[in-house]
Antibody, heavy 120, light 107 residues
Framework: EVQLVESGGALVQPGGSLRVSCAAS????????MNWIRQAPGKGLEWLSY????????YYADSVKGRFTISRDNAKNSLYLQMNSLRAEDTAMYYC?????????????WGQGTMVTVSS | DIQMTQSPSTLSASVGDRVTISCRAS??????LAWYQQKQGKAPKLLIY???TLESGVPSRFSGSGSGTEFTLTISSLQPDDFATYYC?????????FGQGTKLEIK
């Protein structure tokens, strides 16, 4: 079964750091670019970051640029999001998301999400 | 960045109704538009891609149309399972953007 499973969500203090992970199974992660998308409680979907298959190309939303870093380990079939200088407005469910056909495309596979709460 | 505007924000309808949700892009995105359904506490589910292509396994009562900047999602005959929130998303750019969502409620 093609699957993405996020982990690492937690309660973090403002200004703190956290790394969330996404484990892929049922397909070869190295063949696909990947994305992180989040959803604040009761709000809509917000794309955060993109990483190419080779890791050479990365894009970030303005809201997280300079604070978040996307990375991947194709050998481990894993995707990561390092989040620094966390703010209350970063509180959200974080989803990893796979495009339908390898790169720029609709998202056909979503993880179940991992919850990040930023609060003192 | 490309802005996506959905309307309405909330839609009340009854089982069996035909409903339409609109999505407008701030610039032309050709047909690079997807529609998703999200139920409470769950990840979004892909319904339609490339503006009008139904994802495998999605019931045929769902359809999409449009190109350029104007798009619509139509549900031909609402079923109880369809009451959820729907999002459009452009993928003309690597910087994906989503509409703000349309919550479909039971009248």
């Amino acid at each position: 079964e093609v699957q993405l499973v996020e982990s690492g969500g937690a309660l973090v203090q403002p200004g703190g750091s956290l790394r969330v992970s996404c484990a892929a199974s049922g397909f070869t992660l190295s063949n696909y670019s990947m994305n992180w998308i989040r959803q604040a409680p009761g709000k809509g979907l917000e794309w955060l970051s993109y990483i190419s298959t080779s890791t050479r190309t990365k894009y970030y939303a303005d809201s997280v640029k300079g604070r978040f870093t996307i990375s991947r380990d194709n050998a481990k079939n894993s995707l990561y999001l390092q989040m620094n200088s966390l703010r209350a407005e970063d509180t959200a469910m974080y989803y990893c998301a796979r495009p339908r056909r390898y790169d720029l495309d609709a998202v056909d596979i979503w993880g179940q999400g991992t919850m990040v709460t930023v609060s003192s | 960045d490309i802005q996506m505007t959905q309307s309405p924000s909330t839609l009340s309808a009854s089982v069996g109704d035909r409903v339409t949700i609109s999505c407008r892009a701030s610039q032309s995105i050709s047909s690079w538009l997807a529609w998703y359904q999200q139920k409470q506490g769950k990840a979004p589910k892909l319904l339609i891609y490339k503006a009008s292509t139904l994802e495998s396994g999605v019931p045929s009562r769902f359809s999409g149309s449009g190109s350029g900047t104007e798009f619509t999602l139509t549900i031909s005959s609402l079923q109880p399972d369809d009451f959820a929130t729907y999002y459009c998303q452009q993928y003309n750019s690597y910087l994906y953007t989503f509409g703000q969502g349309t919550k479909l409620e039971i009248k």
